[in-house]
């Protein structure tokens, strides 16, 4: 079943606040094989927060996207600063445009990460493929 | 960092323990990067690297580069090719190379290329640094 067209321009609700904490970037950094120094968090630490904006996009059970077909395309980040030990993030996903390129739906999403006072922080742009049943 | 500098090339080794570890620290527990039973089910010869994982393997790279972490204004990438993780002590290596591409008002424009064996396993990795 392709994906409802009517999905594009859509944006869906903020996702719950991310508290993030040292520890939490520590474990991050260590499993990426880098060093926390107690400031910045590693690059692509904002797909922790992404992340949970795309799950409950590919949940929506109106859309009609089984998790199992997605597969990862694209990511790019572009950051106004830095995300820090203490930041209380929510990320907001709208899905930009959807294609159907052999029988998969190309689905590109934009999820700018706000902080507590709701300035930017991140946003994440992800390309999310999502094959058909012969694809 | 100058336009025309090659950054120095950076090895990493990729085992299924790392991939368990960043499972666990990323929250993506698609079962594709540790079972072997389910990635070939899906028509994959292996356990595969998170794409992400490989990201932030770049990542890591611009962070030495640039002397630290937090000068990262811009990265992004296609996912290629996966990275296939044996299930063995020695896992696979993955190799990150820069080139700076122009510096401007923005900072200073890396391009990346992240290989395993002879592919490229990234598409058109490309970063951002704060000057």
């Not at chain 1, 520890?23 to 590693?42: H, L, Q, W």
């Not at chain 1, 859309?63 to 997605?70: A, K, M």
């Not at chain 1, 395309?73 to 830095?82: A, D, L, N, S, V």
Request: with cysteine.
């Amino acid at each position: 079943m392709p994906v409802d067209d009517s999905l594009v321009g859509r944006t869906f609700p903020p996702t719950a606040a991310y508290d993030v904490s040292a520890e939490k970037i520590r474990e991050f950094a260590r499993a990426t094989g880098s060093e926390y120094d107690g400031g910045a968090a590693p690059a692509t630490f904002a797909i922790v927060v992404a992340f949970s904006a795309m799950t409950a996009l590919m949940e929506q059970p109106d859309i009609g996207i089984s998790l199992h077909r997605v597969v990862h395309g694209e990511q790019r980040f572009t950051y106004t600063r830095p995300v820090v030990a203490g930041d209380e993030l929510t990320a907001t996903l709208t899905v930009d445009s959807l294609r159907q390129i052999g029988g998969a739906d190309i689905i590109g999403t934009r999820t700018e990460i706000v902080d507590v006072h709701e300035k930017p922080v991140c946003t994440a742009f992800a390309t999310l493929v999502h094959r058909g049943d012969d694809a | 960092m100058k336009t025309g500098d090659e950054l120095p090339e950076q090895t990493y080794t990729v085992t299924r323990a790392d991939l368990v570890r960043y499972a666990g620290a990323s929250g993506d527990f698609n079962p594709i990067h540790w079972s072997d039973r389910v990635a070939t089910s899906v028509g994959l010869p292996g356990v595969i690297a998170h794409g992400m994982f490989t990201m932030a393997l770049a990542a890591r790279a611009l962070d030495t580069w640039a002397g630290g972490p937090g000068r990262v204004a811009e990265l992004g990438c296609k996912f290629t090719k996966p990275v296939l993780v044996p299930d063995d002590d020695t896992g696979v290596e993955v190799v990150v190379r820069g080139t700076v591409k122009n510096v401007s008002d923005e900072g200073v424009h890396v391009s990346l290329e992240v290989t395993c064996g002879d592919e490229k396993v990234l598409g058109m990795p490309r970063a951002v640094l704060r000057g």
